[in-house]
Each structure stands twice: as structure tokens, then as C-alpha cells.
Nanobody, 115 residues
């Protein structure tokens, strides 16, 4: 089982990034997918989730109207489009696959928002 995040980096406030998480080793289309983040010195928190077929999404209040989660089950990939980025969005971003009782985490990708 692998979840490999990519797309992180350094961006100025107000900028955009698109994170990708490529999955392998399990039946991707049957798992709900989520993005979490862990800011420096803080606990990991949920950013957004999407159901297995993509019909339902949930967002943290802090990212609503700025971030969009989506998935392509044909490519076994989940995305997080991040717009209007703020310094407080700086964190390591992780993707997670969940179909109880099974769950998997990726290794994370750093996003830094700074001028």
C-alpha cells in the first residue's frame, strides 16, 4: 500500500498550489479520502474529505471557499486545490485513505506560505 503526496512547496500569500496524492496497493475507489495538515508545533487536523465516489465533501471552516478536494478514481489520485493561501496554511499536508477498519497515511508534503 502506498500513498504518495506531491505538489507542495513555497508560495507567497494569496498564491495557489495543487497537491496530489497517488494511491496504489488497494482498491482506491472504495475508500474515502482526506487531506490532513500538521502546522509546526501543533496537532494534525482535518482539512477536507471526499467520499469514495466523490459525491460528498467536507471542509474545515478555516479552508472553506479557498480549498477544493477532488478525486479521479481512474487515476487512483486525490487532489487538493488550494487558493488564496495564507501564512497560517503553512504545514505538512498528509493524505489519508479510510474504509473502516482499514486506513492508510501518506508521508506528507510541506507547504510553506511566506513572502
Amino acid at each position: 500500500v502506498q500513498l504518495v503526496e506531491s505538489g507542495g512547496g513555497l508560495v507567497q500569500p494569496g498564491g495557489s498550489l495543487r497537491l496530489s496524492c497517488a494511491a496504489s496497493g488497494f482498491t482506491f475507489s472504495t475508500y474515502a479520502m482526506s487531506w490532513y495538515r500538521q502546522p509546526p508545533g501543533k496537532e494534525r487536523e482535518l482539512v477536507a474529505s471526499i467520499s469514495s465516489i466523490g459525491g460528498s465533501t467536507v471542509y474545515a471552516d478555516s479552508v472553506k471557499a479557498r480549498f477544493t478536494i477532488s478525486r479521479d478514481n481512474a487515476k487512483n489520485t486525490v487532489y487538493l486545490q488550494m487558493n488564496s493561501l495564507k501564512p497560517e496554511d503553512t504545514a505538512v499536508y498528509y493524505c489519508r485513505a479510510l474504509r473502516r477498519p482499514s486506513g492508510f497515511w501518506g508521508q506528507g508534503t510541506q507547504v510553506t506560505v511566506s513572502s
